[in-house]
């Protein structure tokens, strides 16, 4: 069965680096996410990605953030200047369509912001 | 505003007996409902879902029932195995195309063999 992929699995970086989280989609979806999950907490929505520009955004996704999907397999999150806060698991999720399709997640980014 | 809450934080349930897992939501236009299950470690893994315009659906072993006079979900398990042992979470997406899914804060459900 299909599956979303991400990488790294885990990810450790000093406060105010750069980081991007890789992943790549379902190959025939067509809408995109990224969703972060503090440690015991809710999954947070971030930023939905459609026709090769951002549909959505919450207030979590701010100037520090941006999205990238570089060629036809690829969806990047880039982090300009981390924080100790950014620390959380990361997922893509993918779904074929608006409307009644469920998001397909990836297992996650682990980031450690030290 | 919108959100989705559940009732419980924790659920232990004896193996082979039935789970229900409950949880509410705001936002009435709220279009479709998704179950996740969550293991240690990994994503949110897709259970099963239904449409507003449907009170019941059923999968192998899991059923889903809303009802949107309250806007209550459940999430019913049966026949619970040790592999059910998971966080559980509702999430909705809006009408009007709301591409959005808004999770609640998940429940743990044990198993106990």
């Known amino acids: 069965e299909p599956e979303v992929t991400q990488t790294p699995s885990h990810q450790v970086t000093q406060m105010g680096q750069e980081v991007i989280l890789r992943c790549v989609p379902i190959s025939n979806h067509l809408y995109f996410y990224w969703y972060r999950q503090i440690l015991g907490q809710k999954v947070e929505f971030l930023v939905s990605f459609y026709n090769n520009e951002i549909s959505e955004k919450s207030e979590i996704f701010d100037d520090q953030f941006s999205v990238e999907r570089p060629d036809g397999s690829n969806f990047t999150l880039k982090i300009r200047s981390t924080k100790l806060e950014d620390s959380a698991m990361y997922f893509c999720?993918?779904?074929?369509?608006?409307?009644?399709?469920?998001?397909?997640f990836g297992n996650g980014t682990r980031l450690t912001v030290t | 505003g919108e959100s989705v809450g559940l009732h419980l934080p924790t659920l232990s349930v004896q193996e082979g007996d039935n789970s229900i897992i409950n949880c509410a939501y705001s936002?009435?236009?709220?279009?479709?409902f998704i179950w996740y299950k969550q293991e240690s470690g990994k994503g949110p893994q897709f259970i099963i879902d239904?449409?507003?315009?449907?009170d019941k659906r059923q999968g192998q072993r899991v059923t889903v029932l809303l009802n949107k006079t309250v806007k209550h979900l459940s999430l019913q398990i049966a026949a619970t195995q040790p592999g059910d042992s998971a966080v559980y979470f509702c999430?909705?997406?809006?009408?009007?195309?709301?591409?959005?899914?808004?999770f609640g804060t998940g429940t743990r459900l044990t198993i106990i063999p």
């Open positions: 999720a993918s779904s074929p369509g608006q409307g009644g399709s469920p998001l397909h």
């Open positions: 936002n009435s236009a709220s279009d479709y």
């Open positions: 999430a909705e997406k809006g009408a009007l195309g709301n591409e959005k899914l808004t």
């Open positions: 239904i449409r507003s315009n449907m």
